[in-house]
């Protein structure tokens, strides 16, 4: 988790570590970079449940990825905040779940 990066990068702030600016400075940066790479992760699993809305067997697999994929948006924004990229992919989500419930209510005609 963040939390358990954060932790250890602060683990290694400590004497004679710390007359490093470099190491100071990239530890201090830990964080940002693992919730950047966090919101990556997320918003890549959002883009394939929304560019495979049509392929699932129905409504109901494709429902369980969407809501797979707002829970974790929800868990992110939860702990850290809103985050512009992970706002994207909901709003891109929830469009998708709109189009996909039209389609496969249309299947079943």
Same mark, same amino acid.
């Given at each position: ?10 683990? =290694? @702030?400590?004497?004679?570590? +710390?007359?490093?600016?470099? !190491?100071? %400075?990239? !530890?201090? %940066? #830990?964080?940002?970079?693992a919730?950047? %790479?966090? #919101? ?8 394939? #449940?929304?560019?495979?809305?049509? $392929? =699932?067997?129905?409504?109901? +697999?494709? =429902?369980?990825? *969407?809501? @797979?994929?707002? @829970?974790?948006?929800?868990? =992110? +924004? ?6 512009? #990229?992970?706002? $994207?992919?909901?709003?891109? !989500? $929830?469009k ?6 039209? *389609?496969?209510?249309?299947? /079943? /005609?």
């Open positions: 988790s963040i939390a358990e990066i954060k932790a250890d990068a602060n683990g =290694y @702030n400590i004497d004679p570590l +710390t007359n490093n600016s470099s !190491l100071e %400075s990239a !530890l201090q %940066s #830990v964080e940002d970079e919730k950047r %790479s966090v #919101v990556s992760y997320i918003a890549e699993k959002c883009n394939f #449940v929304i560019s495979s809305k049509y $392929d =699932y067997n129905n409504y109901i +697999t494709f =429902y369980r990825a *969407y809501e @797979n994929a707002c @829970n974790r948006i929800s868990e =992110y +924004t939860d702990t850290y905040g809103k985050n512009n #990229v992970l706002n $994207d992919a909901k709003d891109r !989500l $929830d998708a779940e709109t189009e996909a419930s039209a *389609y496969y209510l249309n299947l /079943k /005609k």
